[in-house]
């Protein structure tokens, strides 16, 4: 079959691709970050290109619809060679990703300089990795004692590292008396064990130093991080982060399971997430000089969404009520079967979930912050489009989620982005009354992300710009009359690097008013259901990339976190990294990890009616109640 050649400038990135493909998947194929923030349905428009020269055409292969002189990438098939213009504004470049590392010392690294950061000090598990490297010198048989290859490797793992039952695939079986005799009967077992019998993954020849590595792998909804870690010392050796490749077919996990239910949906997610993994682990190995084949073992979290789409699982009925995954236990394969570039044998294990909307990647952030083994009351909230939150401590743990939609990541409003170059993150009053903003990579403004809309909504709202309901005053200095409706003018297009101006209109304030009235009202209802005032929780850790850079008193202002003294909050950054490796460095945490999972009691909000009612009541800024935010509603000066 012929095929089309897809060229996108000013990159020259090319992609060979099947006539009928669309631009969108032949950029993501390429490796190029469009944006796609409605998973390919039209509406969203924010993968526009202009098509230089080439045939296309709409999918239902009529002409292709023209916007302001370009076409959606989406909706619009390359029927030939093609080659397309890239505006900077249908890109994601230049994305701050939490990646939790410090290259210099190897560690969990506090997010910027934010007071009651989780320590580093995380490693409360004893090292006792999931895969290991055990020297061995096997002796000669005798007519006396003449014990088979595997039966005398079994007998000197038990004799010399206690090792009592031994799993042995049929491929290694049959490389087993060549390794024993090619090195002179020294060698070195590679051996791996989450539950159950210990697994020899290999025999290497010689008894020197056989290098082992591991993975920690956080497949978030928006971003990948991968940490590669020396299983023997323990040290993570680097980290490496991309976008996740599925953003092209939706911001969410709604809009990538009904793309999942296409013809051919689900094996192109999960080709697509398997590709950025393998590509992460590609330049950690380069760089490093580790052979791929010396990684032996990796921990992967993420939301249940995530995993179902990384193993290819069916994941339609986890919108479906009663909200059914194909699994959330923990699960543990093999790289070879999943795809992943490395050992063939390297044990892949998922951390485990505990319901359809509380994924492992909640169990890790419990992990990493160590919430169960507190006895205070405490509550993790992680404000990502699905918003999860536990309380409890080491006598329990009831955890819930509530769709806060894509906001606070960029989506859904007309000057939302992700956290990327050009992104307004601070918002300050000056003294003639205006305000001073701060971008990422200091450059022009391109947009606001979540943090800035954060700040944003707080300094409006102290200022007088806004009201407690979330409306824009009119005859305010920055509002205006704009297409739609009253809008603030926040940086005018001379000012900006697209030269488009920057505003925020009432539907976009309607857009993140939901959002934050969703994580608040989620937490509430939680606490609620526990008999809980907020006042009692004694510690709340903030997890996920937003949460690293929120303004923690400003983020009560807008009602987004509980009214209590900013002491008691912690951000644990990308929480669910950090307990992959701790996972992947030790059994007993690994073990506990599931202990975790079967601990959280999940209560579905869907199903309680007073949701909607405090939901409704955190659509105001802070809040209807003034009760609940006394100090906000002190620093508002509002009695």
Known sequence: MATARVTFLPDGETAEV?????????????????????GGQGVCHRCTVHVVRGHVEDLEGGLPNIIND???????????????????????????????????TGILTPPGAVPGVLSPDVERY?????????????????????????????????????????????????????????????????????????????????????????????????????QLVDLGSGQTIDVAAALNSQVAHGEDVITRIIYAGEPGGLAHLRS???????????????????NRHEIVAAVVAGNTTMIHLFLGLPPAEIRREPYVPVATAPLIYHAGDIGLRVHARAIVACMPGSGSYVGGDISADVLACGMDQRPELTMLIDA????????????????????????????????????????????????????????IGDGPPRGVCGSGFVELLAELLRDGTLDRSGHLRSGAPIVRDGETGLEALVVPATDTATGEDIVLSEADLEVLLRSKAAVYAGASVLARRLGIDMGEIEHIFVAGGFGAS??????????????????????????????????????????????????????????????????????????????????????????
């Open 18 to 38: 099947e006539p009928g493909t669309t631009l969108l998947d032949a950029a993501v194929g390429s490796g190029l970050p469009l944006d796609g923030e409605c």
């Open 70 to 104: 370009r076409v959606l990438a989406c909706r619009t098939v390359a029927r030939g060679d093609v080659t397309v213009d890239v505006p900077p504004t249908s890109r994601i470049e230049g994305m701050e990703i939490l990646t939790g590392f410090d290259r210099a």
């Open 126 to 226: 004893p090292k006792d990795p999931l895969a290991l490297a055990l020297p061995l010198t096997l002796p000669r048989p005798t007519i006396e004692d003449a014990s088979s290859d595997l039966g005398l490797l079994r007998r000197e793992l038990r004799r010399e590292h206690g090792i009592e039952v031994l799993s042995v695939p049929l491929s290694v079986l049959r490389r087993l008396p060549h390794r024993i005799r090619a090195s002179g009967r020294l060698v070195t077992a590679i051996l791996a064990r989450c539950d159950g019998d210990h697994e020899l993954l290999d025999l290497m020849v010689g008894r020197e130093d056989h290098p082992v590595y591991g993975l920690a792998v956080d497949i978030g909804t928006t971003t990948v991080v991968v």
């Open 272 to 290: 697509g997430i398997v590709n950025v993994i393998n590509v992460l682990v590609g330049s950690l190995a380069l760089a490093h000089h580790v």
């Open 384 to 439: 990502g489009p699905n918003g999860e939150m536990v309380i409890g401590n080491r006598d329990f743990l009831v955890c819930c989620a509530c769709s806060a939609g894509p906001a606070f990541e960029g989506g859904g409003t007309s000057c939302g982005m992700r956290a990327a170059h050009g992104a307004i993150e601070r918002v300050e009053p000056t003294a003639d009354g205006g305000l001073a903003l701060e971008t």
């Open 550 to 639: 929120l303004d923690i008193e400003k983020a009560m202002l807008i009602g987004l976190l509980p009214d209590v003294p900013p002491e008691r909050v912690s951000f644990i950054g990308n929480g669910s990294v950090t307990g992959a490796r701790m996972a992947l460095l030790s059994r007993q945490a690994w073990q506990r990890a599931g202990e975790v999972a079967e601990m959280m009691t999940y209560r579905d909000l869907s199903a309680d009616g007073s949701f909607m009612d405090e939901y409704v009541g955190a659509l105001f800024l802070p809040h209807t109640d003034s009760h609940r935010f006394p100090r906000a509603h002190a620093a508002l000066g509002v009695s």
